[in-house]
């Protein structure tokens, strides 16, 4: 299958400082990308659609301010954490679906630590 | 806006038993896929099976058939000869076709098999 990778696995950062997290297509181009959002024991909530060389679209609730999106490559999508706050901490996962695929591919999340 | 309930929080099943998971989901649509989606301790998301809203023959994988029963939109996962490894949480999601590529995710089913 597509092998969607994310990086890094884990970070832990100071509050107020900002983080960036990849998520790379490595064997397909992936117009569209997705950010998701995971609390412990709970679902994955949408934060927002990257698509590639125009805005990101933000679920509601989303601040696109904090949570920066840029989809500057076919292959390449990041989220940057802007002045990062202990309450930002959780799983983040990015996913992308194949050109003629149905299925989204997941990368393996990033666990944010914010102290 | 589509909604996917999952009621059973917590299950276990004894190993090479059958396990049967719910789920039902709410839309206006009439062309979606819907998909259960694995995700082990490692937190990376796999992919178990899917089914095409206009197809009414139910999907099957190995082991792992669905229950599609769309008037009543229901989707249940049966999982037959269950193993160690299927130990997992299990979600289902929703994704309207030809539009956004958004998946809706339930909010999760916690399955242990025990030896």
């Known amino acids: 299958g597509a092998v969607v990778s994310q990086h890094p696995s884990w970070v832990i950062c100071k509050s107020g400082t900002s983080v960036k997290i990849e998520c790379r297509s490595l064997?397909?181009?992936?117009?569209?990308m997705f950010w998701y959002r995971q609390f412990p024991k709970q679902s994955l909530m949408l934060m927002a659609t990257?698509?590639?060389?125009?805005?990101?679209?933000?679920e509601q609730g989303v601040e696109k301010d904090k949570f920066l999106i840029n989809h500057a490559s076919l292959t390449l999508s990041t989220l940057t954490v802007t002045s990062a706050h202990p309450e930002d901490s959780s799983f983040y996962i990015c996913?992308?679906?194949?050109?003629?695929?149905?299925?989204?591919?997941f990368g393996q999340g990033t666990r944010l630590t914010v102290v | 806006a589509q909604t996917v309930t999952q009621s059973q929080p917590e299950m276990s099943v004894q190993e090479a038993e059958t396990v049967t998971l719910s789920c039902t989901y709410d839309?206006?649509?009439?062309?979606?896929?819907l998909f259960w989606y694995k995700q082990p301790p490692s937190r990376q998301m796999i992919l178990v099976i899917r089914?095409?809203?206009?197809?009414?023959q139910n999907a099957t994988e190995n082991r792992f058939s669905v229950n599609f029963q769309k008037a009543a939109k229901s989707f249940s996962l049966k999982i037959s000869d269950s193993q160690l490894g299927d130990t997992a949480m299990y979600f289902c999601?929703?994704?309207?076709?030809?539009?956004?590529?958004?998946?809706?995710f339930g909010t999760g089913t916690s399955l242990t098999v025990i030896p």
């Open positions: 996913s992308a679906r194949v050109p003629g695929l149905t299925e989204a591919f």
């Open positions: 064997d397909f181009q992936a117009t569209t």
């Open positions: 990257s698509n590639e060389g125009s805005k990101a679209t933000y």
């Open positions: 839309t206006s649509e009439n062309n979606y896929y």
């Open positions: 089914q095409e809203a206009y197809k009414q």
């Open positions: 999601a929703f994704m309207k076709r030809n539009t956004g590529n958004q998946f809706y």
